[in-house]
Antibody, heavy 117, light 108 residues
């Protein structure tokens, strides 16, 4: 089955860290660029980070640069987001999304990150 | 930073046509993608590269672009089309993906 399976969300205190994972199946994972996109409660979609096929091109939204690190392991069909120094406004559902050639055509189900004391 | 502007809401009767706009500077030179997000679900790509439809997306969904505005058109609207719709472009100046604020389509 073609899908992205996510894990790693949860409740964390402000200033804490969390690592999100996203595993692909049924797709040529290593041939796709990958992204993290988040959605705060009741808000719209916000792009977080992008990583190219061979990790050569990595970009971050200004709001997370210096705190979040995107990485991938093509041998394990896996994408990661290491989040540090988390803030209350990082609270959101985080989606991983794969871009085959056109748009982001495959999305994970999302994982909830709650930053609260 | 680059901004995409969408109307917050659009209401349409079943069987009619819904038109969702997405405005942005020099959008005519950018590839526009559109996503549908039903409540509690992940987004789904419905249009890529301005007007191409992924497999499985009904022909009722179409995209176009003119001047500084991209448009998603949903013909013969059905109850199941009720969702939030987002446009998206790649901003090469900042190396950022940019989403519009989203448009909620309500089927009356």
């Amino acid at each position: 089955e073609v899908q992205l399976v996510q894990s790693g969300g949860g409740l964390v205190q402000p200033g804490g860290s969390l690592r999100l994972s996203c595993v692909g199946s049924g797709i040529a994972f290593g041939s796709n660029s990958l992204n993290w996109v988040r959605q705060a409660p009741g808000k719209g979609l916000q792009w977080v980070a992008h990583i190219g096929t061979s990790s050569s091109n990595i970009y971050y939204a200004d709001s997370v640069k210096g705190r979040f690190t995107i990485s991938r392991d093509n041998a394990k069909d896996s994408l990661f987001l290491q989040m540090k120094n988390l803030r209350a406004n990082d609270t959101a559902v985080y989606y991983c999304a794969s871009r085959t050639g056109g748009g982001m055509d495959l999305w994970g189900p999302g994982t909830t990150v709650t930053v609260s004391s | 930073s680059y901004v995409l502007t969408q109307p917050p809401s659009v209401s349409v009767a079943p069987g009619q046509t819904a038109t969702i706009t997405c405005g942005g500077g020099k959008i005519e030179s950018r590839n526009v993608h559109w996503f549908q997000q039903r409540p509690g679900q992940a987004p789904v790509l419905v249009i890529f590269y301005d007007s191409d439809r992924p497999s499985g997306i009904p022909e009722r969904f179409s995209g176009s672009k003119s001047g500084n505005t991209a448009t998603l058109t949903i013909s013969r609207v059905e109850a199941g089309d009720e969702a939030d719709y987002y446009c998206q472009v790649w901003d090469a100046d900042s190396d950022h993906w940019v989403f519009g604020g989203g448009t909620r389509v309500t089927v009356l």
